[in-house]
C-alpha cells in the first residue's frame, strides 16, 4: 500500500501541473456559473434547467479529463520510458496500475469538488432569485448523493480507459475504444429495455439474447447518472444508494484486476 500511495500521490501531482487540468476546470467553472444566464433564457422549470445543466457541467468537465488528461498521463509514462525507471523499483505492475489509478481518482474528485461547489452557487442564487420554481422535493442532501454517483460514474469510465489502454498499443485506439464504451454504457439500457418491447426494432429483432449478454459485459453508466433524480426532487433512498456503489466498486474492481492481468502481458510481449 506505501507504493500505491506514493504512485497515487505522485500522479495528483503531475496531473496538478498540466495546463489541460485547469484550462478544464476554468472552463468548466464559467460554464457552471453561466448556469446563471442560460437558466434565465427559459420561461418555466427554472430550478430543474438550472440543477440538470450544473450537473451536466460537472459530468461533461469529467469526461474530458479522463479522455484528455488521464489516457495521457499513461501513454507519456509509456513514451517517455518513465514506466521502467517505476517498475525498476521493487514496484510491481498491480502496484503501478492501482496507484496510477488512485492518483487520476484524487484529480476527478478534485475537479468534482470545486465545479460540485460552483454549480452549488449558482444553483442557490437561481432558487433564491425564483423561489416558485423551486422542485417540491429538492434537497441538498440528494444533490451531494447525486454528484457522489457522477464521480463513481466517471471512475467506472476511467476504470474502462485503464483496460482498453492495457489492451491496445496506442493511447489514441484506447480514447476510441473508450469512448465507445461509455456510449453503449449510457444508452444500453434503454436499447435493452426498446428490443424487448418492441417486436420491430429493425436488425436488432430477435436478438434480445444477444442484446442481454452484451448489457451485461458492458456497465450500466446510466445507473450514476441522478440528474433527473436531484432536479424533480424524486425519492432517492441510501438503500438505492448503497447499491451504486457496490455496484460502481465492484465494477471497477473487475476492470483494474483484468487491466493489470493484461498490462502484465502487454509489458511481456514488449
Given at each position: 500500500?506505501?507504493?500505491?500511495?506514493?504512485?497515487?500521490?505522485?500522479t495528483f501531482i503531475e496531473g496538478g501541473r498540466h495546463k489541460a487540468l485547469w484550462t478544464i476546470v476554468a472552463f468548466s467553472v464559467l460554464l457552471t456559473l453561466g448556469n446563471i444566464v442560460f437558466t434565465t433564457m427559459f420561461s418555466w422549470d427554472l430550478g430543474k434547467v438550472a440543477i440538470e445543466f450544473g450537473l451536466s457541467a460537472i459530468s461533461f468537465?469529467?469526461?474530458?479529463?479522463?479522455?484528455?488528461?488521464?489516457?495521457k498521463i499513461m501513454a507519456d509514462d509509456?513514451?517517455?520510458?518513465?514506466?521502467?525507471?517505476?517498475?525498476?523499483?521493487?514496484?510491481?505492475?498491480?502496484?503501478?496500475?492501482?496507484?496510477?489509478?488512485?492518483?487520476?481518482?484524487?484529480i476527478l474528485l478534485f475537479a468534482t469538488v470545486i465545479l460540485g461547489i460552483s454549480a452549488a452557487i449558482s444553483m442557490s442564487f437561481v432558487l433564491a432569485e425564483y423561489p416558485g420554481f423551486v422542485p417540491p422535493g429538492f434537497s441538498w442532501q440528494i444533490y451531494l448523493m447525486a454528484l457522489t454517483c457522477q464521480w463513481l460514474g466517471l471512475l467506472v469510465v476511467l476504470a474502462i480507459c485503464f483496460f482498453w489502454f492495457s489492451f491496445s498499443?496506442?493511447?489514441?485506439?484506447?480514447?476510441?475504444?473508450?469512448?465507445?464504451?461509455?456510449?453503449?454504457?449510457?444508452?444500453?439500457?434503454?436499447?435493452?429495455?426498446?428490443?424487448?418491447?418492441?417486436?420491430?426494432?429493425?436488425?436488432l429483432t430477435g436478438q434480445e439474447w444477444l442484446v442481454r449478454l452484451v448489457s451485461w459485459i458492458f456497465p450500466n453508466l446510466s445507473l450514476f447518472d441522478k440528474k433527473t433524480v436531484a432536479a424533480y426532487g424524486l425519492a432517492?433512498?441510501?438503500?438505492?444508494?448503497?447499491?451504486?456503489?457496490v455496484y460502481g466498486c465492484s465494477y471497477i474492481g473487475l476492470l483494474l484486476f483484468f487491466s493489470v492481468l493484461l498490462f502484465k502481458r502487454k509489458e511481456l510481449a514488449a
Amino acid at each position: 500500500m506505501r507504493n500505491v500511495k506514493i504512485l497515487g500521490f505522485a500522479t495528483f501531482i503531475e496531473g496538478g501541473r498540466h495546463k489541460a487540468l485547469w484550462t478544464i476546470v476554468a472552463f468548466s467553472v464559467l460554464l457552471t456559473l453561466g448556469n446563471i444566464v442560460f437558466t434565465t433564457m427559459f420561461s418555466w422549470d427554472l430550478g430543474k434547467v438550472a440543477i440538470e445543466f450544473g450537473l451536466s457541467a460537472i459530468s461533461f468537465s469529467g469526461l474530458l479529463l479522463i479522455f484528455f488528461l488521464g489516457l495521457k498521463i499513461m501513454a507519456d509514462d509509456l513514451e517517455r520510458g518513465r514506466i521502467y525507471m517505476i517498475l525498476s523499483r521493487p514496484v510491481s505492475i498491480s502496484e503501478y496500475m492501482v496507484g496510477k489509478f488512485l492518483g487520476l481518482a484524487l484529480i476527478l474528485l478534485f475537479a468534482t469538488v470545486i465545479l460540485g461547489i460552483s454549480a452549488a452557487i449558482s444553483m442557490s442564487f437561481v432558487l433564491a432569485e425564483y423561489p416558485g420554481f423551486v422542485p417540491p422535493g429538492f434537497s441538498w442532501q440528494i444533490y451531494l448523493m447525486a454528484l457522489t454517483c457522477q464521480w463513481l460514474g466517471l471512475l467506472v469510465v476511467l476504470a474502462i480507459c485503464f483496460f482498453w489502454f492495457s489492451f491496445s498499443s496506442h493511447s489514441f485506439v484506447a480514447l476510441i475504444f473508450s469512448a465507445c464504451s461509455y456510449l453503449l454504457g449510457q444508452n444500453m439500457e434503454t436499447l435493452r429495455y426498446v428490443i424487448e418491447k418492441n417486436p420491430q426494432a429493425g436488425f436488432l429483432t430477435g436478438q434480445e439474447w444477444l442484446v442481454r449478454l452484451v448489457s451485461w459485459i458492458f456497465p450500466n453508466l446510466s445507473l450514476f447518472d441522478k440528474k433527473t433524480v436531484a432536479a424533480y426532487g424524486l425519492a432517492f433512498s441510501w438503500f438505492e444508494f448503497s447499491l451504486i456503489v457496490v455496484y460502481g466498486c465492484s465494477y471497477i474492481g473487475l476492470l483494474l484486476f483484468f487491466s493489470v492481468l493484461l498490462f502484465k502481458r502487454k509489458e511481456l510481449a514488449a
